[in-house]
């Protein structure tokens, strides 16, 4: 690491957490946790810091929203250390991970559509349909829809005389949207929080605005994750 960035100018903890709306111990946790470059000493035993721990510290900062605090406090510890390759392997993680929340967000957008766009399920007899009418609709088994109950998908409801199960108009509506997001490869473990989300909106209609805010974050984590990038690429550069 070039000398100089270490001795131009001596900065204390005060001056890096000012500029950050940051406590001074939160600095000090920051440098003991690795995210900080180690500080010198002076002979009262004082902590002095340095540009590079300023650079350091909004380094971290920059990468928080991007890719989480645990995962950037990683980062910072593997470049501090001289472990690039493992840095750019977590950044990497990351992006993969932003992918894969971003193709999930258009799998349900999907879904949702074509669930929007279908006819209106059959709902003979008694204002619901039966196990084996709605598998055939789908082209799955009534085996699947069985399956689907247990893992808490769908919610039929049990003829007080026949014990048969009935579905209702919101339960073909979570079995039509389950059917969807498992053609697109998706786990029933992954789909849970989906159905959740349609439950507590009412419906696939009122979900627009949770698809919105989500949209959003998406979008806004990948921005901060350009922000991050730049910022370590200029700390890199300064570590020499």
């Given at each position: 690491?070039?000398?100089?960035?270490?001795?131009?100018?001596?900065?204390?903890?005060?001056?890096?957490?000012?500029?950050?709306?940051?406590?001074?111990?939160?600095?000090?946790?920051?440098?003991?946790?690795?995210?900080?470059?180690?500080?010198?000493?002076?002979?009262?035993?004082?902590?002095?810091?340095?540009?590079?721990?300023?650079?350091?510290?909004?380094?971290?900062?920059?990468?928080?929203?991007?890719?989480?605090?645990?995962?950037?406090?990683?980062?910072?510890?593997?470049?501090?250390?001289?472990?690039?390759?493992?840095?750019?392997?977590?950044?990497?993680?990351?992006?993969?991970?932003l992918l894969a929340d971003r193709r999930?967000?258009?799998?349900?957008?999907?879904?949702?559509?074509?669930?929007?766009?279908?006819?209106?399920?059959?709902?003979?007899?008694?204002?619901?349909?039966?196990?084996?009418?709605?598998?055939?609709?789908?082209?799955?088994?009534?085996a699947t829809l069985r399956k689907?109950?247990?893992?808490?998908?769908?919610?039929?409801?049990?003829?007080?005389?026949?014990?048969?199960?009935?579905?209702?108009?919101?339960?073909?509506?979570?079995?039509?949207?389950?059917?969807?997001?498992?053609?697109?490869?998706?786990?029933?473990?992954?789909?849970?929080?989906?159905?959740?989300?349609?439950?507590?909106?009412?419906?696939?209609?009122?979900?627009?605005?949770?698809?919105?805010?989500?949209?959003?974050?998406?979008?806004?984590?990948?921005?901060?994750?350009?922000?991050?990038?730049?910022?370590?690429?200029?700390?890199?550069?300064?570590?020499?």
């Amino acid at each position: 690491m070039p000398r100089n960035l270490q001795t131009d100018a001596q900065l204390r903890p005060v001056d890096l957490a000012r500029g950050h709306g940051l406590s001074t111990q939160a600095v000090r946790n920051y440098e003991e946790a690795g995210i900080l470059p180690a500080a010198d000493r002076t002979d009262s035993g004082y902590r002095t810091y340095t540009p590079l721990h300023a650079r350091a510290l909004g380094t971290f900062l920059a990468l928080v929203p991007g890719h989480g605090h645990r995962t950037a406090a990683s980062i910072m510890r593997a470049v501090n250390r001289g472990a690039e390759g493992e840095a750019f392997r977590l950044i990497d993680d990351s992006h993969a991970q932003l992918l894969a929340d971003r193709r999930t967000l258009q799998a349900v957008e999907r879904a949702l559509r074509d669930l929007t766009s279908a006819p209106a399920a059959r709902e003979p007899g008694r204002g619901g349909t039966f196990v084996g009418p709605l598998a055939q609709e789908l082209g799955i088994r009534p085996a699947t829809l069985r399956k689907w109950e247990r893992a808490g998908l769908v919610q039929p409801r049990r003829d007080p005389l026949t014990g048969y199960r009935v579905y209702g108009e919101a339960d073909v509506r979570d079995a039509r949207l389950v059917h969807q997001l498992r053609r697109g490869g998706y786990l029933l473990e992954q789909i849970a929080p989906v159905i959740d989300q349609v439950r507590g909106a009412g419906g696939p209609e009122p979900l627009e605005a949770a698809l919105r805010d989500w949209r959003g974050r998406v979008s806004a984590r990948g921005r901060s994750m350009l922000v991050g990038a730049a910022e370590l690429e200029g700390y890199l550069r300064a570590r020499g």
